[in-house]
C-alpha cells in the first residue's frame, strides 16, 4: 500500500535518553533511597536518645549550658535572649557587673542560636530571665529588663560591693 519504506528506531549513543527510559528511572529510583537513608541516619544522629531498664527513652547524659551553670551549686540567673534584641542587649552590662560577683552564676544564651531552649524553658517573651535557687530549682522569672537590685533580691542576697561599685553605673542599677 505504502510506498514508504518503515525504518525502526533505534537509541544510540550519540543521541540522548528520555527521561522515562528504564535506565533513568532506576537511577532516580537509587537516588531518592539514598537521600532517604541519608536524612533519616541525620536524624537519628541529631536526636540521640537513651532507653533505659523500663523502656522510656531519655536524653543523652551531656548537660546543656543551662544544666552546667546550675551544677556549679550557687544562685543563679540565666537570662534568655538574642543578639538582635535592643532589651537583651541593654541587659548585658548589667550581667557583666554580676558576674563579678562571686556569690551567684550568671548565664546568657542566645534563643535564636539554641532553639530547642524556647519549648525547654517555656520562653515567651525575649529577654526572659529566669531565677534558681543554690539547688537548682527555679524560683522565679522575669520577662522584659531588670535591674541589678532587683535580680540580687529575686535571688535573696543583699546587693554587694561588686555590683554597686565603678563596675556598673548608678543608672543600670
Known amino acids: 500500500m ?3 519504506p518503515s525504518k525502526s528506531i533505534r537509541f544510540s549513543n550519540s543521541k540522548s535518553s528520555p527521561w522515562w527510559h528504564p535506565s533513568f528511572a532506576f537511577m532516580a529510583g537509587v537516588t531518592a533511597l539514598a537521600a532517604t537513608l541519608l536524612g533519616g541516619w541525620i536524624y537519628v544522629a541529631s536526636t540521640s536518645q537513651t532507653v533505659n531498664a523500663k523502656g522510656v527513652a531519655e536524653p543523652s547524659q551531656t548537660l546543656d549550658a543551662v544544666q552546667r551553670v546550675l551544677s556549679a551549686g550557687k544562685p543563679t540567673i540565666i537570662e534568655f535572649g ?4 535592643v532589651s537583651c542587649r541593654e541587659m548585658k552590662p548589667i550581667l557583666h557587673a554580676l558576674l563579678q560577683d562571686t556569690r551567684i552564676a550568671v548565664a546568657d544564651v542566645d534563643i535564636l542560636k539554641e532553639r530547642s531552649y524556647i519549648s525547654k524553658y517555656q520562653i515567651r517573651l525575649m529577654p526572659t530571665q529566669v531565677f534558681y535557687n543554690a539547688r537548682g530549682e527555679e524560683i522565679g522569672r522575669h520577662m522584659g529588663k ?3 537590685q532587683d535580680i540580687l533580691a529575686q535571688l535573696g542576697l543583699a546587693p554587694s560591693n561588686a ?3 565603678a563596675a556598673l553605673p548608678k543608672a543600670l542599677l
Open 146 to 148: 531588670i535591674s541589678a
Open 163 to 165: 555590683t554597686t561599685g
Open 2 to 4: 505504502s510506498d514508504i
Open 82 to 85: 538574642a543578639n538582635n534584641c
